[in-house]
C-alpha cells in the first residue's frame, strides 16, 4: 500500500510558473516509477509524464520543454516544476506511483491548477 499526497496546486497567471510536489509513504521501496496526470473537466485523464527511479523521464508533446519532473528518492518526494503556463494546462494534477506491470498503481487525491489569461 502506498499514500500519496500532493501540494502546491493554485491560481497562476498565463506565462507564470508553479511546482508541485508529492509526498509518498507506506510500501515506498517497491515503487519503480511515478508520475504525474491531469484531468481537465469533460475531458480523459493524460499523462503528464513520468519518471523511472533511474531517473528517466517521460512527457506529454503538450509539456514537452515547459514541465520538469524530478525525484527525491531517499525524501520519498515527487516534484513537478511548470513554466510558461498556459490557461489550457488548467485542470487537476494527480500523483501516480506504481510497482510494475500488472502490479500496485496508487493514486493521490489531486490538486487544483488552474491558469488565467
Known amino acids: 500500500q502506498v499514500q500519496l499526497v500532493e501540494s502546491g496546486g493554485g491560481l497562476v497567471q498565463a506565462g507564470g510558473s508553479l511546482r508541485l510536489s508529492c509526498a509518498a509513504s507506506?510500501?515506498?521501496?517497491?515503487?519503480?516509477?511515478m508520475a504525474w496526470y491531469r484531468q481537465a473537466p469533460g475531458k480523459q485523464r493524460e499523462l503528464v509524464g513520468g519518471i523511472t527511479n533511474g531517473g528517466t523521464t517521460n512527457y506529454a508533446d503538450s509539456v514537452k520543454g515547459r514541465f520538469t519532473i524530478s525525484r527525491d528518492n531517499a525524501k520519498n518526494m515527487l516534484y513537478l516544476q511548470m513554466n510558461s503556463l498556459k490557461p489550457e494546462d488548467t485542470a487537476v494534477y494527480y500523483c501516480?506511483?506504481?510497482?510494475?506491470?500488472?502490479?500496485?498503481?496508487?493514486w493521490g487525491q489531486g490538486t487544483q491548477v488552474t491558469v488565467s489569461s
Open positions: 501516480n506511483a506504481a510497482y510494475g506491470p500488472f502490479s500496485g498503481n496508487y
Open positions: 507506506g510500501s515506498t521501496a517497491r515503487i519503480n516509477a
